[in-house]
């Protein structure tokens, strides 16, 4: 036997073991960033899960190709901060009521019970939809009185951010009847790795961001050098609120669902009773970044924050970023 095949069996089982060993590394690699990928905000969320931000994503079932849901109008005791219990009207036990995320062309069907002690009806806001499906009692529909349901149905068509909310007058949406309802395009959504709301409301809950005040607010988490997308709803009833995000500038990228030619960078805007805003931040730097109105007597006592405050918790890079100019 030649030297060079001696030396060739020697030399096969020592590659043998080191391709094994690269293989097995490959697989927990990959593994690890599925993992990781399965638990990013980003992948596309199940009817009935935590968005990360205090709301829920609506449950619905098909029927006859039609996605139908259902909403209970009903009275309910909230805590919107510890030891503050307020007298609210909630859909689905939930302030603010569930996401109702649907795809742009989809045909939806809403049972809207009324369990309120009072008469309602429920405004689709933001949408192109048929005169008798708008929600606006004694215009376009009979209101829903006590104990009494209606249904409507319209195909969804503008897509964007938008809500939906009681018309039945202002202190019912101020006690917690509103929602974010969320009409996904066909092509060219917003992209980002995390999608957070935040419903603004000053009514009867007092000041709260999605029926919460701080420090009862759900803290929202975010990376650095990640495209953060931030929808702002203005529930109202009453009053506007300039929304600032420490740490930096973000972009407006759309109002009223309605996408900008040109994004523009700030870091404080203006919302407005019935607005919507789209926004993209993406975080710079690890800590606690505060979003709050910059209203003072909105989101501060002489005891520390409260009211319209929210944190970003924003971790280290999943990989290596260069640090900001300035380091």
Not at 140 to 154: A, D, L, N, R, V
């Amino acid at each position: 036997m030649s030297t060079e095949l001696v030396r060739q069996r020697k030399v096969l089982p020592v590659l043998t073991v080191l391709l094994s060993v690269l293989i097995a590394l490959a697989g927990v690699t990959a593994s690890s960033v599925l993992r990781e990928s399965t638990s990013d905000p980003a992948l596309p969320a199940a009817a009935g899960d935590d968005l990360g931000d205090g709301t829920r994503l609506a449950q619905y079932e098909v029927v006859g190709g039609v996605k139908v849901f259902r909403l209970r109008a009903a009275p309910l005791s909230w805590e919107v901060s510890p030891g503050n219990v307020r007298q609210a009207f909630a859909y689905n036990g939930t302030v603010p009521g569930p996401v109702i995320r649907v795809n742009e062309g989809d045909t939806v069907r809403f049972i809207v019970q009324n369990d309120l002690p009072e008469s309602t009806s429920l405004h689709w806001h933001g949408m192109d939809l048929p005169n008798d499906q708008d929600g606006v009692p004694g215009l376009t529909q009979p209101e829903i009185e006590p104990g009494q349901s209606f249904t409507y149905e319209w195909k969804a068509i503008s897509t964007g951010t938008h809500w939906y909310h009681s018309h039945m007058h202002g202190d019912q949406e101020g006690r917690g009847l509103y929602g974010s309802l969320e009409v996904v395009p066909r092509l060219g959504d917003i992209a980002a790795a995390r999608d957070y709301r935040l419903i603004i409301g000053d009514g009867p809950l007092g000041f709260v961001f999605n029926g919460k005040s701080f420090p009862a607010t759900v803290p929202l988490r975010a990376r650095v050098g990640e495209r953060v997308r931030i929808r702002l709803i203005g529930s109202g009833p009453e009053m506007i609120h300039p929304i600032h995000l420490h740490g930096g500038y973000f972009e407006l990228v759309a109002q009223d669902g309605r996408r900008l030619p040109l994004p523009q960078q700030m870091d404080t805007l203006l919302v407005g009773v019935g607005q919507t805003y789209d926004i993209v931040w993406t975080p710079t730097r690890v800590g606690k970044w505060m979003i709050h109105c910059h209203i003072f007597s909105h989101a501060e006592t002489h005891t520390g924050m409260a009211g319209l405050v929210s944190i970003f918790n924003v971790d280290p890079p999943a990989v290596g970023l260069p640090l900001p100019l300035g380091g």
